[in-house]
């Protein structure tokens, strides 16, 4: 019964490139605004990036110009694709609703390494 299923983290090198998928159910539907959220080994859970039902998106500075949020309304997914990643940027990566969360799913983990 789980409504976020996280999917396409892995180990990539700095420079590299990474697209994660979330995979919604349940009461998420297109009129929720989603966002990704990562969480660093020993830190807070933080909010990267989140997209509006009409589209809006909007990123963490951090992440601005890197990275790109979208969802396919049809498959009630969102993506979040990744590019010139950081060591910095290694964290277990979520995926939740903005303004009514739901309980987290089991994220995805991303490495990026040296």
């Known amino acids: 019964q789980a409504q976020l299923v996280e999917s396409g983290g892995g180990l990539v090198r700095p420079g590299g490139s990474l697209t994660l998928s979330c995979a919604t159910s349940?009461?998420?539907?297109?009129?929720?605004?989603m966002g990704w959220y990562r969480q660093p080994p020993g830190k807070e859970r933080e909010l990267v990036a989140s997209?509006?039902?009409?589209?809006?998106?909007r990123y963490r500075d951090s992440v601005k110009g890197r990275f790109t949020i979208s969802r396919d309304n049809v498959k009630n997914t969102v993506f979040l694709h990744m590019y010139s990643l950081n060591p910095e940027d290694t964290a277990v990566y979520y995926c939740?609703?903005?303004?009514?969360?739901?309980?987290w799913g089991q994220g995805t983990q991303v490495t990026v390494f040296s």
């Open positions: 997209i509006s039902s009409g589209g809006a998106t």
């Open positions: 349940g009461s998420i539907t297109s009129i929720d605004a």
């Open positions: 939740n609703t903005i303004s009514r969360v739901r309980p």
